[in-house]
């Protein structure tokens, strides 16, 4: 039967079981200081300790190219997906060496392959400073001053936190505006790529299989943290387990979900599904289709775009999902039904009452945004100039502006904390290839002139007179900004020097800031404040309405989900958890070997030696989302069983609400990931290097009561 | 240099160039019976006699499934191209014989393979019945009546002609409406498929090449018109000629351009570029990736979809091309000073006066399509049901309704003289494959939910309350009319049987059809007869100014233009008019042989045998547009020199404006046609019928003097 098919009755089936109910399901994405211990006494009898989640959280990862990981040895090593790594491997690669087509292996230390511009993070700890912010944002301030209040207090205790501590630190706004909580990292810049499978068998099944299952992919890649120019020593780090999840068992997920909107008002998804979802995807596939045509063009080509065209399609296929859901009747049903009985707790609740005037007040945002949204999406946003020499650009010139002025009243990306890292970024050494630029700006010029029409006054500036593809080849070709000495330099230079470039780019980014801060300005005045208002009422009544028992939506920081090893029903038929590593061969074989379905060369040799039957890809009812991708799956002993690299096709709704009838998140299994690494590459360094952990780490010291 | 940095600066140089004035280019898509005799004397000392028009329109034939052809034997063998020849190739195909990618030869007449549903005209006659037009349309009619008036006596003529010559009877509407001519066809339904080369040669260089030059393609394919059961005997048929065409030399095209907009005013221009293109670039986008995702999954599914992907990929890259133009000043201020020029000419001219309320007129109209663009294109158009199970269940529904009319109220395409075509695609036994309609289908539905708003009546009622891709299962698993014996016996049952069936597109269609109906009477009313009216006066100060010199917009009807075989200038390297056979194989080896760079099979093992030196591609500076796809080339005598496959990128504007500074026209060879025929393919059989035409042809006897 078509799939199409069994989708469409999937949906249907699944909208019916939908609930915003947690204490009879895997839910949430929960906060490691506020963690579920009422429901996972409850559903599986299990007591985390103080121990045990200090351990986790210690030993989870965060990619700040977007993703998660994990120490897997006590030596820095770091365990992630090949498509978190990809980012990096890509900036790696050359015309000569594409490192995500061939893989890549260090057989020793000395080799290993210090990458770009990476960042990766470790919450060390967390601080609730709710009423330091709240009290800084009076109630009789307008929304204006209330942003602006709000800004400078969390600038500030960033600043006052970084200084105290050294570890980056982050001011988290959590339920949407009804908690903030100080993140404090430990940051890793020194990030050294130890081994990569091939794209082949990393991403097996390709823009096809993604977000599908059964799967049989290798979606892993290894890091290395140093410090000093030496591996880092790790206290916590997590225990591989040989023989990984079993069926049924209790397994979690310490990652990084990027973002949920499942707090959202009705009306606020609607507006998803009628404008923001639709927008996207109008934009995903123009780019989509504008990097394949650049693509086919020629291998080399193709390989400079192969990372930005795979997150694209990436991106599309979720959205896709996403849309589906929020175009579903009977699922907006479920959130109207939810809605209406908050809006009906509330009306009998004096302690509930604010939440009837901030699902309007979210209305009347919702409805500024609308006004707003592609002026602010293509010029502030930067969706208009879709070319890194824009990007780098506008960095410059506002760095140079901002830091000019005191901490407090900057813009959030250039508060004090966090300049470290936005340099990072912005002085990478990572490859910037004109020709890919030029058709991507002029793409995104085209689209520019679309959506705000040709008479616009900025698009009639920014094109001065010229077509989107003749102006897009002047910007590229007249600026230096793609050279990283030169960005330097102008970023030390100061202001004056970027004010008096005659730089193509930077005279592009300076005739257009006035314009693009003032939509930022009525952004966070007219949007961003109202919204956070609005949602830190709502957040407080469903806090008082599940008695504590809610987490926050996500926003790409550390959360602990949970969840049982688990197949699904389709279509009346059983979809067991486990696929093994034999199944590789033949889903190849069903699809006559032809890409994406081509094994690599490694693994047609390596068949014989394999042990077939070995656990490749798993699946699990755990409650996660995009971002999560890299993250551990642990045992209750906390034992590494699998890594997080996808959710299947009915998880792809969970943007808005969780089911786990049929929704399950998508894992590489330990066994699997072992018998690879020990016998189609002979990295047995690396798997020496994970079974050792199981005698060192600290982990083992903190095992939770069952 | 990357390409698209050369694409913008060849398109600046070329803005310059543009003009509206023919008398000193090779600008023109001419009527046969009002043909450029004037410029034709003056620039290339030509004088067509009547006998050579005749003999070459008649020579001419057209595809209805879209494109253009020739008759190249006096026992009705057509030569065509391999991507106008694809859709009948794509219908004759199967899971086991892919046609169109493994390529099709008949050895004998009797293993010629008839397609299903493919109809071919020839147009043998044409009377001017403008005044018969006009004079059922009162000055004073309001325009829904005069709409009514019109449409009433054109059915009634071409139903007159019908009757009394046997023949396809259509009245054309020229001029946007400045004059009506009346063409008759002698229509061919039995028409077998000859041969046809692989895909791989066919369309070598696939999307990339697509539009670009140089070229390496032998985009041919033959088939045969039958009568009786017995090849035809026709009397106008082309000869082929051995040695091609020269560089320089003059050359003529005789088919059947699709549509331009030279006429257009510049709001409406403007509203192309703002609505109307990028609109349908969304849609071709989503439609692409749809495409792309669904055949990715198996090669089976590939070849599904491989047709209609090829048409869509097609027009995607050429209304890029377009919009390109619109997007450039440069050229909008081209057509900006044209307009100028006429409003002058009307401000002076009291015959011209009316040219300036027209202009106005025309505004007034564009903004009445703006309102209902959407509505009109989904509900009436039909794009928001991208299914054949919805177009066949609507024709089905409509024909019962209309065929109960007198003749003078029908819509158009239901009038009498136009049953038996329109019969002959509704009953078509080409494949419906349920899997690809259902995701088509459910992604427009989509579409239609994000356009017109989850809410709208429409939306609502179609949904059923159920998600657009459950929705679509729905539909699709419960109607029997891709079943064609089915939809026979309904059309039969006429409208009784079709309001009482249960079929559910049936039930949906008679739903929609009031509404659809509404919407077309609304856009008949509102937008084609004012704009008919107004460029009718358009038109006319148009003819007056230019002394009769003025050829119409295309409107796939008959044309005859001409040009120079020439090489052009980028980025001051002259680019030859000419390819050779041998480049093709360099071509494959620059692209490490990769699909789409990757000769078939057949080409590898013949490379020994073929002269490397033969002409293969030339370029010529004749006035073509999508649906000249297939025309002959010919020389001063009617000789048959080359087949049009493809314009370059260069090319891409002339929708709206004319340009030979770099823009061409790119055909095969036939000099190329011939080497392949008898050295890859051994089809000497049809080599020998083409060549024998050199003794038969009455093109012979009608030389034009010099």
């Known amino acids: 039967m078509p799939r199409s098919i069994f989708f469409a009755t999937a949906l249907a089936t699944l909208a019916q079981c939908f609930s915003m109910n947690t204490a009879h399901s895997d839910e949430g994405m929960w906060l490691f200081n506020n963690p579920p211990r009422k429901i996972l006494k409850e559903r599986y009898d299990f007591e985390p300790t103080d121990q045990w989640l200090e351990h986790v959280q210690q030993s989870a990862v965060r990619f700040n190219s977007g993703g998660s990981g994990s120490f897997v040895s006590g030596d820095g090593l770091v365990m992630t997906n090949h498509h978190v790594g990809a980012d990096a491997l890509q900036k790696l690669s050359t015309a000569e060496h594409d490192l995500i087509a061939e893989g890549f292996h260090a057989k020793?230390?000395?080799?290993?392959?210090?990458?770009v511009d990476l960042e990766l993070n470790v919450l060390m700890e967390i601080d609730d400073v709710t009423k330091e912010v709240n009290a800084a944002v009076k109630p009789e301030m307008p929304a204006a001053e209330a942003q602006k209040a709000r800004r400078a207090v969390m600038n500030d205790i960033?600043?006052?936190?970084?200084?105290?501590?050294?570890?980056?630190?982050?001011?988290?706004?959590?339920?949407?505006?009804?908690?903030?909580?100080?993140?404090?990292?430990?940051k890793y810049t020194d990030v050294r790529l130890v081994f990569a499978p091939e794209k082949a068998i990393a991403f097996f099944g390709g823009d096809p299989d993604n977000f599908e299952y059964p799967r049989y992919d290798l979606d892993v890649c290894?890091?290395?943290?140093?410090?000093?120019?030496?591996?880092?020593?790790?206290k916590h780090f997590l225990t591989w387990s040989e023989a990984g999840a079993k069926d049924n068992e209790l397994v979690f997920v310490a990652g990084h979900p990027g973002r949920t909107d499942r707090l959202n008002t009705v009306d606020h998804l609607e507006f998803f599904r009628d404008k923001t979802f639709p927008s996207q995807l109008n934009t995903l596939r123009r780019r989509e289709v504008t990097l394949k045509t650049f693509g086919d063009?020629?291998?080399?080509?193709?390989?400079?775009?192969?990372?930005?065209?795979?997150?694209?399609?990436?991106?599309?296929?979720?959205?896709?999902?996403?849309?589906?859901?929020?175009?579903?009747?009977?699922?907006?049903?479920?959130?109207?039904?939810?809605?209406?009985?908050?809006?009906?707790?509330?009306?009998?609740?004096?302690?509930?009452?604010?939440a009837k005037s901030a699902?309007?007040?979210?209305?009347?945002?919702?409805?500024?945004?609308?006004?707003?949204?592609?002026?602010?999406?293509?010029?502030?946003?930067?969706?208009?100039f879709n070319a890194q020499h824009f990007h780098i650009a506008r960095t410059l010139l506002r760095l140079a502006e901002e830091t000019g002025k005191p901490n407090a009243d900057r813009l959030r990306e250039?508060?004090?904390?966090?300049?470290?890292?936005?340099?990072?970024?912005?002085?990478?050494?990572?490859?910037?290839?004109?020709?890919?630029?030029?058709?991507?700006?002029?793409?995104?010029?085209?689209?520019?002139?679309?959506?705000?029409?040709?008479?616009?006054?900025?698009?009639v500036a920014v094109l001065d007179g010229k077509s989107p593809r003749e102006r897009a080849a002047i910007l590229i070709q007249g600026t230096k900004v793609a050279d990283v000495a030169t960005r330097k330099s102008l970023a030390e230079g100061g202001l004056k020097g970027i004010e008096d470039s005659n730089d193509a780019m930077l005279r592009l980014v300076r005739m257009l800031d006035p314009q693009a801060r003032k939509l930022r300005k009525q952004y966070e005045e007219k949007v961003e404040e109202p919204l956070r208002q609005a949602y830190a009422k709502i957040a407080q009544a469903r806090f008082v309405m599940s008695e504590g028992d809610v987490y926050p939506d996500a926003?790409?920081?550390?959360?602990?989900?949970?969840?049982?090893?688990?197949?699904?029903?389709?279509?009346?038929?059983?979809?067991?958890?486990?696929?093994?590593?034999?199944?590789?061969?033949e889903h190849a074989a069903a699809h006559r070997n032809i890409d994406p379905f081509q094994l690599p060369e490694s693994w047609i040799k390596s068949k014989d030696k394999l042990n077939l039957q070995t656990p490749f890809n798993f699946v699990s009812t755990a409650d996660i989302i995009g971002g999560n991708s890299g993250s551990p799956v642990i045992n209750r002993d906390a034992e590494l069983v699998?890594?997080?690299?996808?959710?299947?096709?009915?998880?792809?709704?969970?943007?808005?609400?969780?089911?786990?009838?049929?929704?399950?998140?998508?894992?590489?299994?330990?066994?699997g990931i072992m018998e690879a690494l020990r016998k189609v590459y002979k990295a047995d360094e690396v798997a020496d290097e994970l079974q050792a952990s199981r005698k060192r780490s600290a982990g083992r010291a903190s095992r939770a009561t069952r």
Chains 1, 2 share one sequence.
């Open 642 to 671: 699998g890594i997080i690299f996808d959710g299947n096709i009915q998880s792809l709704v969970l943007d808005f609400v969780y089911t786990d009838e049929q929704g399950r998140a998508v894992s590489v299994h330990s066994a």
């Open 414 to 459: 250039y508060r004090e904390s966090n300049l470290e890292s936005l340099k990072q970024e912005l002085f990478s050494e990572a490859p910037v290839y004109d020709d890919l630029e030029i058709v991507k700006l002029s793409d995104s010029l085209s689209q520019l002139t679309e959506l705000l029409g040709a008479e616009h006054p900025a698009v």
């Open 158 to 186: 960033e600043k006052a936190s970084l200084d105290k501590t050294g570890l980056r630190s982050d001011v988290v706004t959590l339920y949407q505006g009804g908690q903030y909580h100080l993140y404090r990292y430990k």
């Open 555 to 585: 926003t790409f920081t550390l959360r602990l989900a949970f969840g049982q090893v688990k197949g699904f029903k389709e279509q009346g038929k059983e979809v067991p958890p486990w696929t093994t590593i034999g199944g590789a061969y």
């Open 297 to 354: 063009r020629s291998l080399e080509n193709a390989r400079r775009a192969q990372d930005d065209y795979f997150g694209i399609t990436n991106s599309r296929k979720a959205r896709l999902g996403g849309l589906a859901g929020l175009q579903d009747p009977s699922i907006m049903n479920v959130k109207r039904e939810d809605e209406a009985k908050l809006l009906k707790a509330a009306s009998s609740n004096p302690k509930l009452k604010d």
């Open 359 to 384: 699902v309007d007040e979210v209305e009347a945002a919702v409805n500024q945004w609308r006004e707003m949204y592609f002026e602010f999406g293509l010029l502030e946003g930067g969706s208009g």
């Open 222 to 234: 290894f890091f290395r943290v140093y410090e000093n120019d030496k591996p880092a020593k790790i």
């Open 108 to 115: 020793t230390r000395d080799k290993e392959f210090k990458c």
